[in-house]
């Protein structure tokens, strides 16, 4: 059957391409994807192409599609996987595959699965790994976002804690403990904020610094201090571009003992050494934020390593566990992964998107691949109301869900814009 995908043929070439799917195996499912968000990682594969650990150096001759956090329809059931899987059933996934030691991954290493195409094959290894999940939830870009959602939820859950003398970790943040999301109010760290506040194992404080000023507004607006609160949590937004000594005022809010857990939501050295100098005794900085340059470092204190035991690590994407707590959390009304949403467009928007990315403010770009729209953010969808009234229904919903993206105004635009 044909389909429409925007491929990598080579570093900083993405293509809007229509090929021919080849009919499933016994060991293959065929879905219909409706959603897919872009990722940052998803940028960094688009401009490295075949450089990139999970691009195959023969993309030039079979493109991979690109995209990795989808949802949508099951279309057909390979007969391996009837007992399971059903046409019609929603699906999700859980991309971190680490299939037999392999890096592969839709959206980079594949020729016919990925998120940003109108139609997919999901792989044999996809089944056999669990990673092939149905979806029961109402609307598929919370299935979307389950995937960016379950990277900081690993995160979370692959903090450590130690005690002198005892030689076993203590896994996940501190409980009732301080914790910092540095470089924060941007889509991911808004993500990881609506999981602290909300999961079970909780921090008696969060405190969220950034250098944009409207990014932490938006932030609080979304997150009302108070709100947090009543739930006994003390909350912090902090521009660390107005501190003088951001180490120091930081450590100051905590009362000067340092945070338990730190997590570092940007690739860049003075934020990383901003997260190694507020640490606590037994603090966990993890360096979430993955960089582009192979050669990235930055300083940590090994004093504090060596005589306040803090220690350092890192987490890349989460796990099938922590994508079904995303969609739990989800169903549950405790999370709300549209935080991190500001913008919505097309399949044929994705390329450009995906390649300008890092030049277009605001959160996460949610592509819905069977339309044709350009990029827009929701906070300028009445701007085009004039030309399409459609819009203005669109930025009513939106406004009555505090500018967020919401299931109403998905199920408004897949039955009033699809062609």
């Known amino acids: 059957m044909k389909a429409k995908a925007v491929r990598l043929h080579g570093a900083n070439d993405l293509r809007l391409d229509e090929f021919e799917l080849p009919e499933i195996k016994d060991d293959e499912i065929l879905v219909k994807v409706v959603s897919d968000s872009v990722c940052m990682s998803t940028y960094k594969c688009a401009i490295l192409g075949e450089k990139h650990k999970r691009v195959h150096e023969d993309v030039a001759d079979h493109p991979a599609i690109m995209g990795h956090e989808m949802a ?25 595959l680490n299939y037999k030691g392999t890096m592969w991954s839709p959206g980079y290493s594949y020729e016919f699965f990925g998120g940003d195409a109108t139609y997919c094959i999901i792989p044999a290894e996809v089944m056999e790994l669990g990673c092939m999940l149905e979806y029961k939830g109402r609307a598929y870009y919370e299935a979307s976002l389950a995937e960016p959602m379950s990277c900081s939820i690993g995160a979370f859950n692959a903090n450590y804690h130690t005690q002198m003398g005892v030689y076993e970790h203590q896994m996940g943040i501190k409980e009732g403990g301080k914790l910092a999301i540095l470089a924060g109010a941007g889509p991911m760290g808004l993500g990881a904020l609506t999981y602290a506040l909300h999961r079970d194992v909780r921090p008696g404080m969060v405190v969220v610094t950034d250098l944009n000023q409207d990014r932490l507004d938006r ?77 990235f470092s930055a ?33 549950q009304n405790r999370i709300n992964p549209a935080v991190m949403v500001t913008h919505i467009g097309g399949l044929d928007a994705a390329a450009e998107t995906t390649l300008n ?31 399409d009234p459609r819009y203005a229904k669109l930025a009513d919903i939106v406004d009555e869900h505090k500018g967020l993206w919401c299931p109403e105004a998905e199920e408004y635009l897949l039955a009033n814009f699809i062609e």
């Open 299 to 331: 300083k940590m204190n090994f004093y504090d390593v060596h005589y306040n035991s803090t220690h350092v690590m890192g987490t890349t994407g989460g796990n099938t566990a922590d994508m079904i707590e995303s969609l739990e959390l989800t169903a």
């Open 219 to 295: 932030a609080e607006h979304l997150f009302p201090v108070e709100e947090a609160k009543a739930e006994g949590i003390e909350l912090h937004f902090v521009n660390t571009g107005n501190m003088e000594d951001p180490a120091k005022e930081l450590l100051e809010i905590t009362g000067g003992t340092g945070f338990d857990d730190v997590f570092c939501y940007a690739p860049v050295a003075a934020v990383v050494e901003l997260s190694s100098a507020v640490l606590g005794r037994d603090g966990c900085l993890n360096f979430f934020a993955g960089p582009t340059d192979n050669k």
């Open 72 to 96: 949508g329809d099951i279309v057909k059931v390979g007969a391996k996987h009837q007992d399971k899987f059903k046409p019609g059933m929603k699906f999700t996934l859980q991309p971190a």
């Open 357 to 387: 990315l890092p030049k277009i403010p605001g959160g996460k770009k949610l592509i819905y691949t069977h339309l044709s729209m350009p990029l827009i953010a929701l906070s300028d969808l009445r701007t085009k109301a004039d030309e």
